[in-house]
């Protein structure tokens, strides 16, 4: 009798922490850096109709597109940044469901040209008739992490 809770005492501690390895793993994934800037949200930017524009503090600016259009889950999107007046080294775009948690999502574009990046990525499903997503652009720079959110809203 003995033996069996000691094995059991052991087999739990060793399942407790695995599991907290795997939630500080997926809590550091999901943490962009050091965020230098944040650009404010342009509500008015509908990237269901159109590319957006972000503008930071010092002038600087990304300019997003997501196409085909409209945007839709469990469909390859294409998705392009256009950085102007910044020294961009690196670009991924977080999509995260705004009031629902649709899971880690961040495709890293790559380079086309200076300042050009471009790649593609997935949305995936909700349950809900429409959904509210925000992209943040992740530019990386030599001062640190630049973010630039975008909302938009997708149909089941």
Not at 116 to 145: P, Q
Request: aromatic letters at 8%; proline letters at 5%; hydrophobic letters at 45%.
């Amino acid at each position: 009798m003995q033996i069996s809770y000691r094995i059991w005492m052991t087999a739990t501690t060793v399942v407790l922490i695995a599991v907290i390895a795997i939630a500080g793993l997926q809590i550091w994934r999901q943490t962009p850096g050091d965020i230098a800037m944040i650009a404010p949200l342009d509500a008015s930017c509908d990237l269901q109709k159109e590319p957006c524009e972000a503008v930071f503090p010092d002038g600087g600016r990304l300019v997003f597109s997501i196409s085909p259009r409209p945007i839709e889950g469990l469909r390859t999107l294409q998705l392009q940044v256009q950085a102007q007046g910044l020294d961009v080294r690196s670009v991924e775009v977080d999509f995260r469901g705004v009031g629902m948690n649709m899971g880690f999502n961040r495709p890293r574009l790559e380079r086309q040209s200076a300042g050009r990046y471009a790649g593609s990525g997935v949305l995936s499903v909700c349950i809900m008739e429409r959904m509210t997503w925000e992209a943040t652009v992740l530019a990386g720079t030599d001062k640190g992490i630049l973010a630039a959110p975008f909302r938009f809203e997708t149909l089941r």
